[in-house]
């Protein structure tokens, strides 16, 4: 019998990918490059953090101390117990809003887009009040600069500026266009001493300036050639920011050489574009994506999701690859926001009520299956063979005695049109740690066809996957 050869258990886009069912992870994190994965692991559970009174539908947002969120029509936040207040209607149905702040040291003024148009400024002093200057215009995006909320006003090329240290103030004079490449600008975000304006189909990098009405000026030339499709995929990202562009890519500029790059692969292309064919049709609604980073002590990851479609991405500027989040029942990933807050990463639910913190140790979502998944790349061969056993080496620990927690494998010969399910094996009991798992009888895999193979866990036990084997034998 020949002896086991060792077999990728992915890397970024390689060429020996099945098209049909490609390589990729669901709720798993590779450590490793785009050359190849040293190792698979479990991305974090939720342990349940504190219960909101509706769905979240904003970012996350950490300001003096506490949590804040739309959660259905309120506006909430939530203190580093875990206990939750209610501060008032912003309304806006289920529209996806945003929250930031005032830069200035010690100052509480919270800014609140509910998504249709509409501002609330809250304060502690005077508690959640809506924008009523005629100067604050429809908006769904903003930043802060200087002291001063910045705005992309709807429908038009134009953004706006509040006063300084006052988002609930605002000056006629105080706008200016997007027109060095005439554009509808759509979302804005400012870092270090300079604004982005994103548009329809381009952006525009503003820098600041001494003026007291308009303290920004664009600079000529640095205009990029590519726009946003969906204003809240525009997300802050340490350094960088990234967002889904018109041309169904994901983007991201580095903020100090304002570069412009593509992140998203051919797997995530796959499913949005499509390809004209019945396996990949594309997406036909993206406009309502949102996305978020998650800045992990290791892992620094921008989620996107395109919530009709059922899809959340993930891309780790760690290591430079993606994944999938899934969460049992749904298609996409209930957490649609995540925060650092007192040193621990919290996210908030955009189905249910809840607030999570993110747990490495937890392997369920509040108490729900957290299915891991790991498919491999595809292997052929110009000629028939035989794959009389496979050997996974991993590293286990169950959390639960008097518990046999199992890993089940499924398989394809035709590159993922047709699946066989082989089983389950078991992943020992408590106190085991390194297993290698045997699976055998795999059966011959006609020349040019591709093999695929597809490893599943779903119970609560912590999995790492470090090496797969195959003892593959050619025919003839």
Same mark, same amino acid.
């Given at each position: %019998?020949?002896?086991? #050869?060792? #077999? ?5 886009? $390689? ?14 994190? @590779?450590?490793?490059?785009?050359? =190849? ?11 349940? &953090? ?22 259905? $029509? ?25 929250? %930031?702040? /005032?830069?200035?040291?010690?100052? /509480? ?80 975000? @400012? ?8 548009? =329809?189909?381009?952006?525009?990098? *503003? ?27 525009? @997300? ?6 990234? *967002? ?15 570069? %412009? ?21 594309? &997406? ?6 949102? =996305? ?20 959340? *991405? ?18 996409? *990933? ?14 908030? !639910? ?8 993110? !747990? ?55 590159? =993922? ?37 597809? &490893?599943?866990?779903? !119970?609560?036990?912590?999995? $790492? ?12």
């Amino acid at each position: %019998m020949a002896e086991p #050869i060792p #077999i990728p258990l992915g890397g970024a886009d $390689q060429d020996y990918n099945s098209v049909r069912s490609r390589q990729g992870l669901i709720n798993m994190l @590779a450590e490793g490059d785009e050359t =190849g994965y040293r190792a698979v692991k479990d991305c974090p559970g939720l342990t349940d &953090f504190a219960d909101t009174p509706g769905a979240g539908r904003s970012n996350l947002f950490v300001n003096s101390g506490y949590m804040y969120a739309i959660c259905g $029509q309120s506006l909430v936040r939530c203190d580093k117990y875990g206990n939750v207040t209610t501060l008032g209607t912003v309304g806006g149905g289920t529209a996806r809003g945003q929250i %930031m702040a /005032n830069s200035v040291p010690g100052d /509480n003024q919270v800014m609140i887009l509910n998504g249709i148009g509409e501002g609330f400024v809250y304060t502690d002093a005077a508690g959640l009040v809506q924008v009523t200057d005629p100067d604050f215009l429809s908006t769904v995006s903003g930043t802060v600069l200087n002291e001063r909320g910045i705005f992309a006003r709807r429908d038009t090329n134009e953004f706006f500026l509040s006063e300084i240290s006052d988002f609930s103030a605002y000056n006629a004079a105080s706008f200016a266009t997007a027109e060095q490449n005439p554009d509808q600008s759509k979302a804005a975000i @400012a870092k270090g001493s300079a604004a982005w304006f994103l548009g =329809g189909r381009t952006i525009e990098y *503003w820098q600041s300036i001494t003026n007291a009405t308009l303290p920004l000026r664009v600079v000529q030339g640095a205009t990029k050639l590519r726009g946003i499709s969906a204003v809240h995929s525009l @997300a802050d990202a340490g350094e960088r920011f990234c *967002w889904f562009a018109d041309d169904n890519t994901v983007r991201v500029i580095d903020a100090g050489s304002n570069t %412009m790059d593509k992140i998203s692969g051919l797997d995530l292309e796959l499913k949005v574009r499509g390809d004209g064919t019945p396996d990949f049709p594309g &997406f036909a609604v993206t406009d309502d994506a949102f =996305g978020f980073f998650l800045d992990g002590p290791v892992h620094k990851i921008y989620y996107l999701t395109f919530p009709t479609e059922g899809l959340t *991405w993930g891309f780790d500027f760690t290591t430079g690859l993606e994944h999938v989040r899934q969460s049992e029942g749904l298609d996409y *990933w209930r957490v649609g926001a995540a925060a650092l807050f007192n040193n621990k990463l919290y996210g908030l !639910d955009v189905v249910d009520g809840k607030i999570y913190e993110l !747990d490495q140790e937890a392997k369920t979502e509040s108490g729900t299956i957290m299915r891991r998944q790991i498919t491999t790349p595809s292997i052929s061969a110009p000629q028939d063979w035989t794959l009389p056993y496979i050997e996974l080496d991993m590293e286990v620990g169950q959390i639960q005695d008097n518990t046999e927690p199992h890993i089940s494998c499924d398989y394809s010969k035709d590159g =993922g049109y047709t699946w066989v399910t082989w089983g389950k094996k078991s992943l020992g009991k408590r106190g085991d740690y390194r297993k290698r798992v045997t699976f055998r009888n795999f059966g011959r895999v006609p020349r040019h066809k591709n093999l695929i193979l597809r &490893f599943t866990v779903t !119970d609560a036990t912590r999995v $790492q996957f470090y090496q797969l084997w195959a003892a593959i034998e050619q025919d003839g």
